[in-house]
């Protein structure tokens, strides 16, 4: 009766419907989840809940599970443990509240932790990442050509000195496009010893302090590749502090292209990661495991660069040496 379906006089509905306003009744989801065997939660696991990369992927799988009558329980990476730990602590979190599925953002766990799961580890999919025992339920891109073609961009505009800030090396989706990334130029002619290579953690401090590295190095560099936007803004507003021109003596290209790429000031040139296609596919896979469901589900994902601001053609030689006396200025405290 309470939920309007059924066969009730009127009159006995509409006293059931003041004593529920009086008495301000909520329906009991652990109830329904009892009688149904089914929460209709999906939990997602994310490493950190900072930042412009995982909002846009939480509110895309929100407004999808909400359009189906469902919703989301997030956890996120906190706790003493290491970042695998972590994550296994979070999924725990999850299960414990009743969640029928599970949505994977992270690349730090293995396969055993999966399979730990028992009859749960059906019901899971992970995104940018990739098992050969759970083939069926990953959801990545291919980030070794996301790498070629940033190295490609900026060869097409006919630079020859580069820089690079990665991010850190326990994360495979970092090693294949840097891997990707230095490979290309290898092919071009260009060898690593020749590549500055900082390595940092994703953040837009990290690039900024990377930048600031760089400009104090000495190294003479026309081209930047940073392997996400957030370091790549960071980089951008070193450079814009210390008076060194993008894309005027330094052209960059970044990674993932997120909503910062297009609002930088310039706006970053990026390698398009389509993130909102792959979640959607994962998350539509899991919701056919979990609920019967047939939605149609893709598993090929192109990889592209989206130009914009950050990148021109390698400046004249003269300009290089404006460039190298400039970034061996001290760094700006």
């Known amino acids: 009766m309470v939920s309007g379906r059924g066969s009730v006089a009127p009159a006995t509905a509409q006293r059931v419907r003041v004593a529920i306003a009086e008495l301000e009744f909520r329906p009991s989801h652990a109830a329904r989840t009892l009688l149904s065997g089914s929460s209709q939660m999906i939990g997602v696991y994310i490493p950190v809940l900072k930042g412009t990369f995982y909002t846009p992927i939480l509110a895309a799988i929100d407004n999808e599970l909400r359009l189906g009558g469902r919703h989301m329980v997030v956890a996120f990476g906190c706790g003493d443990g290491d970042a695998r730990q972590q994550a296994i602590e979070g999924i725990g979190f999850l299960l414990e509240r009743g969640c029928d599925g ?149 052209s960059v290209v970044s990674y993932d292209d997120t909503y910062s790429a297009e609002y930088s000031a310039p706006q970053l040139t990026s390698v398009h990661i389509p993130w909102r296609n792959i979640t959607f596919n994962g998350l539509r896979w899991l919701l056919n495991q979990c609920y019967g469901e047939s939605l149609p589900v893709q598993r090929n994902f192109g990889v592209s660069v989206t130009w914009r601001a950050s990148v021109a053609l390698a400046p004249s030689s003269a300009t290089q040496q404006v460039v190298a006396r400039t970034t061996k200025r001290p760094s700006l405290a």
Request: glycine share 10%; hydrophobic share 50%; proline share 3%.
């Open 102 to 250: 599970l949505v994977l953002m992270t690349n730090v766990l293995l396969e055993e932790d999966i399979k730990a799961l028992g009859p749960k580890q059906n019901k899971v999919v992970i995104l940018n990442h990739w098992f050969a025992s759970f083939a069926e339920q990953c959801f990545t891109a291919d980030h070794g050509l996301g790498g070629v073609l940033a190295a490609q961009a900026l060869l097409k505009m006919r630079h020859r000195k580069f820089a690079v800030i990665a991010g850190p090396d326990n994360s495979p989706d970092n090693v294949e496009r840097i891997d990707g990334f230095m490979g290309e130029l290898v092919r071009e002619g260009i060898q690593a010893s020749q590549v500055v290579l900082l390595k940092s953690d994703f953040s837009p401090e990290g690039g900024w302090a990377s930048a600031r590295s760089l400009a104090s190095s000495g190294h003479e560099f026309t081209a930047l590749f940073c392997a996400n936007d957030e370091m790549a803004v960071g980089a951008l507003a070193y450079f814009q502090q210390a008076g060194i021109a993008v894309p005027g003596m330094i």
